[in-house]
């Protein structure tokens, strides 16, 4: 298979395993209930790794709005870069992506002309060629632009990938109100409206080629190198219920009627996108307008998603409370989207834009603003999100926890990690860090029971379990502890029901 050569190529492709992890730190629990929502602040590559032990192989859908390389994307990306430049910056984070993907999920990339075919053949070498779903051409615009040097360009590219398209597969469409549009009741049947269906088919089968006779008494036959639909027997029944229709005089072709209340209403989904169905520009500019106010931010930006693109590709590719990912948020329309359709989501975002932009355009929507698809799915707000940051790198050089890296930390990103959820209170001081479905959790690091000797606390001896387990008395549960040695037997393990880990090995990071 073709793959693409720049300067730079061979260690772009190596980038993704060289970069650090680092813990996830609670900032802010927004709502209610979290449900596992995640607003990132921080570099993308370094938040992607930091994903990977809490949701390696279960993010069902991801949804990414690059930098473009035209001069015109978002003022807090440098998107002026050159070609080389561009891919190596893609290559590490589409691999990275793709180990986040459930085998049933898909990713989705919008771009435009001036790298669309570089990210195609891109995406072919990182998720395969066979697993390539659609290059999506979405109408971005409804203006001619009579200026432009050649055509106007009206349309970008949305290019979907599955993670296995074996396993990948598609939501059918609502009908809108143009398909609605083309049932009509010519004859007024009172079963409703209906559509008329061509009653022949490709091919010719004798048992299938017969001649019918019309009210009027004309005699027809099927098309030259075509058959009827169905036997003589099953047309005659079909007559009988008013299922076929000759036109108004009675004397056209027959026609078989599809009744809207009998059908499915509900249609494949097709590449072409246009701004009736997925929004455009201008929508996602006013739409852009209306957050900014409503949230007291300021939005600047020139190629903005409209809600409208976001719901078609959840529609297509996820279900209620599947996983959607963003990892070039922006102004966070991915995730806006997803929690009104009731799907989890996770949004990166890096610098002071993600506290002063993404953050407060959430909460809005936390508490039930109604612009952009919000009438559409009847949102009225409700659950809720954490705000994180990038912490401290997990590791030394030398595949040791760093020195640096202290236990409150630690038991923050081993929480998260294993548990998938806030903690209650956000205080780690002990090494209790708490039970999740009836599971209690301890991590033995840093000395926290006094120093870092085994009879200290930092290895599971006789002596620790005693202090422990007088930490949660009569919990009758599974223990599942982090430390660096067990000096228990497996017996005692067994019957104290403690499922021991050792550090750094067995804390979950890939």
């Known amino acids: 298979m073709p793959e693409l050569n720049w300067l730079g190529d ?25 449900n596992g929502n995640l607003l990132i602040q921080g570099d993308n590559l370094e938040a992607l790794k930091a994903l990977l032990p809490l949701y390696a192989g279960r993010v069902k859908c991801i949804f990414i709005d690059p930098p473009y390389n035209t001069r015109s994307a978002f003022e807090h990306y440098d998107d002026n870069l050159e070609h080389s430049q561009w891919l190596s910056m893609m290559v590490p984070r589409l691999a990275l992506l793709r180990d986040l993907l459930s085998e049933d999920g898909s990713i989705w990339v919008t771009i435009d002309d001036n790298e669309a075919h570089y990210l195609k053949v891109l995406m072919d070498e990182v998720f395969g060629r066979r697993n390539f779903v659609a290059n999506v051409v979405w109408q971005k615009t409804l203006t001619r632009r009579n200026d432009a040097r050649a055509l106007s360009n009206a349309h970008d590219h949305v290019l979907a990938y599955a993670k296995s398209f074996d396993q990948f597969a598609v939501n059918k469409l609502e009908a809108g109100e143009k398909q ?68 108004l005089d009675g004397n056209g072709m027959a026609q078989r009627k599809k009744f809207w209340n009998e059908s499915e209403n509900k249609m494949v989904p097709w590449t072409w996108w246009g701004y009736q169905e997925a929004g455009d520009n201008r ?34 590719a996820t279900t209620p409370n599947d996983i959607v990912l963003d990892s070039f948020l922006g102004s966070g329309t991915t995730a806006a989207v997803a929690h009104k359709m009731g799907r989890r989501w996770i949004g990166i975002e890096m610098g002071e834009h993600a506290r002063t932009h993404c953050l407060p355009r959430l909460k809005k929507v936390v508490t039930g603003e109604q612009g952009g698809i919000s009438q559409a799915v009847g949102w009225q707000g409700g659950g809720g999100f954490s705000f994180v940051q990038l912490g401290e790198e997990v590791f030394d050089e030398y595949g040791r926890i760093a020195e640096t890296v202290r236990f409150a930390p630690l038991a923050s990103w081993l929480w998260f990690a294993h548990t998938r959820a806030p903690h209650p209170d956000g205080r780690f001081d002990s090494p209790l860090l708490g039970v ?73 990071i890939r």
Request: hydrophobic share 35%.
């Open 180 to 247: 609605r549009a083309t049932y009509t009741n010519r004859d007024n049947d009172p079963r409703g409206d209906w559509l008329a269906v061509p009653f022949h088919a490709p091919n010719i089968r004798p048992n299938l080629t017969y001649e019918i006779l019309t009210p009027g008494g004309r005699s027809l036959w099927p098309p030259k190198g075509r058959c009827w639909s169905t036997t003589k027997e099953k047309f005659d029944e079909l007559v009988a219920d008013n299922r076929v229709y000759f036109g």
């Open 436 to 508: 999740h479905d009836g599971t209690a959790f301890v991590l033995l690091y840093n000395g926290i029971l006094g120093d870092k000797r085994p009879q200290g606390g930092n290895v599971l001896t006789r002596a620790v379990w005693q202090d422990v387990a007088q930490l949660l008395p009569g919990h009758d549960g599974p223990w599942v502890i982090f430390g660096e040695a067990c000096r228990l037997a497996a017996d005692t393990c067994k019957r104290a029901g403690i499922d021991f880990r050792y550090i750094p090995h067995e804390l979950g």
């Open 283 to 316: 929508e996602a500019n006013r739409e852009a307008k209306e957050i900014a106010e409503a949230a007291g931010i300021d939005l600047k930006f020139d190629t903005p998603k409209p809600e409208k693109l976001l719901k078609m590709v959840l529609e297509i």
């Open 10 to 34: 061979r260690k772009a492709r190596r980038a993704a395993r060289h970069v650090a992890h680092r813990l996830l730190q609670p900032v802010e629990q927004v709502g209610d209930d979290a």
